[in-house]
C-alpha cells in the first residue's frame, strides 16, 4: 500500500524569506501524480501544485515550486517571497495512475504554516 | 464558473441518528470522491462515484453508504451514528478522462458534522 508522510508538523517564515516543506512516499508503482494541496482556516482544500512522475521538470507554479526527486521518492514544496496569505494547513497527496476511474488520493498528516510578520 | 460546493455547513447530531450529506461537482466534472478528514489529520477517503455506481471504496464500514445522480451531484450517507464520526466531511470532483483516469480533484469547502 502507498504511503505518505510529512515529519514536520508545524513550521514557521519570515514574510518575504522562503521556506521549504518536505514530503516523502512510499509506492512500488512507477507512474504516479503527486500534489500539495493548502488548507487555510476556512477549511477549503485548494490546489497547490502538482507534479506527474513521468516528467523529470519539477512543476513551478508563481513562488511555488518543488524538487521531486523519484528515486529518493521525495517531494518538498518550496514557497518564495512568503506571503502572511500562505499561512495554513499544507498536505501532501500521492494518486496513483491507474487509468481508470478510481484515482483516491493519500494524504499525509500535513504541516502547519505560519508567516511571522 | 461554480465551483464544488457541499451543503449543509455544519450539522449536529446524537448517537444512533442517520445523516446525509450533499456535493455537487465542478461543472464539467463527472466523478466525485468523498474523504473524512478528522481533527488535525489529513484527509482519509471513503468512495468515489462515477456513472452512478460506486468504482472504490476506502477501509469505512458499511455503515457509510452514497449516492450519485444522473446530473452527476452525490449523497454521503451515514448511519447509526457513532461519537468517532465526527469530523469535517470533504467532497472532491473531478474528471475522467477515458484511458488516462481521473484528472485533478478539486475540493468543496466540507461539512463540519459533530456526533454528541
Known amino acids: 500500500a502507498q504511503t505518505v508522510t510529512q515529519s514536520q508538523p508545524e513550521m514557521s517564515v519570515q514574510e518575504a524569506e522562503t521556506v521549504t516543506l518536505s514530503c516523502t512516499y512510499d509506492?512500488?508503482?512507477?507512474?504516479?501524480?503527486l500534489f500539495w494541496y493548502k488548507q487555510p482556516p476556512s477549511r477549503q482544500m485548494i490546489l497547490v501544485i502538482r507534479?506527474?512522475?513521468?516528467?523529470?521538470q519539477n512543476a513551478t507554479e508563481n513562488r511555488f515550486s518543488v524538487n521531486f526527486q523519484k528515486a529518493a521518492k521525495s517531494f518538498s514544496l518550496k514557497i518564495s517571497d512568503s506571503q502572511l496569505g500562505d499561512a495554513a494547513m499544507y498536505f501532501c497527496?500521492?494518486?496513483?495512475?491507474?487509468?481508470?476511474?478510481?484515482?483516491?488520493?493519500?494524504f499525509g498528516t500535513g504541516t502547519l504554516l505560519a508567516v511571522q510578520p | 464558473d461554480a465551483g464544488v460546493t457541499q451543503s449543509p455547513t455544519h450539522l449536529i447530531k446524537t448517537r444512533g441518528q442517520q445523516v446525509t450529506l450533499r456535493c455537487s461537482p465542478k461543472s464539467g466534472h463527472d466523478t466525485v470522491s468523498w474523504y473524512q478528514q478528522a481533527l488535525g489529520q489529513g484527509p482519509q477517503f471513503i468512495f468515489q462515484y462515477y456513472e452512478e455506481e460506486e468504482r472504490q471504496r476506502g477501509n469505512f464500514p458499511d455503515r457509510f453508504s452514497g449516492h450519485q445522480f444522473p446530473n452527476y451531484s452525490s449523497e454521503l450517507n451515514v448511519n447509526a451514528l457513532l461519537l468517532g464520526d465526527s469530523a469535517l466531511y470533504l467532497c472532491?470532483?473531478?474528471?475522467?478522462?477515458?484511458?488516462?483516469?481521473?484528472?485533478?480533484?478539486?475540493f468543496g469547502p466540507g461539512t463540519r458534522l459533530t456526533v454528541l
Open positions: 507534479q506527474e512522475a513521468y516528467k523529470q
Open positions: 509506492t512500488s508503482e512507477s507512474d504516479y501524480y
Open positions: 472532491a470532483s473531478s474528471l475522467v478522462i477515458k484511458g488516462y483516469g481521473t484528472d485533478t480533484q478539486y
Open positions: 497527496a500521492y494518486r496513483g495512475d491507474y487509468g481508470g476511474a478510481t484515482n483516491k488520493l493519500i
